[in-house]
């Protein structure tokens, strides 16, 4: 049974940063990050294949947020840098069916709040 856990979110001010970790337990898939604000559709932000190889972004957050994994560790990041108040919302992880970044999604985890306010 896969499990996510996604933390590392918080309140931060326009321009600042945050990086937050999507932790699992024996995931050996791709992995996405996305974002949900009320009122709007769940957006995928980025995902990133198995290997690290290949990853891929939202128009949104292109130069600004990059993905990144640690296998050793069970771990994927999502370094956000010059944030924006648009990029408010409920980030959560989640794993792909395969290795890469094509195909549904078919596990979910919880996800972290990040505040962008001055």
């Known amino acids: 049974q896969l499990n996510l856990v996604a933390s590392g979110g918080g309140f931060v001010q326009p321009g600042g940063s945050l990086r937050l970790s999507c932790k699992g337990s024996g995931f050996t898939t791709a992995i996405g990050w996305f974002r949900q604000v009320p009122g709007k559709e769940r957006e995928e932000v980025s995902c990133i294949s198995r290997s690290g190889s290949n990853t891929n972004y939202a128009d949104s957050v292109k130069g600004r947020f990059t993905i990144s994994r640690d296998n050793a560790k069970n771990t994927v990041y999502l370094e956000m840098n010059s944030l924006k108040p648009e990029d408010t919302g409920v980030y959560s992880c989640?794993?792909?069916?395969?290795?890469?970044?094509?195909?549904?999604?078919?596990?979910w985890g919880q996800g972290t709040q990040i505040t962008v306010s001055s």
């Open positions: 989640a794993a792909r069916g395969g290795y890469t970044c094509s195909g549904p999604y078919n596990a």
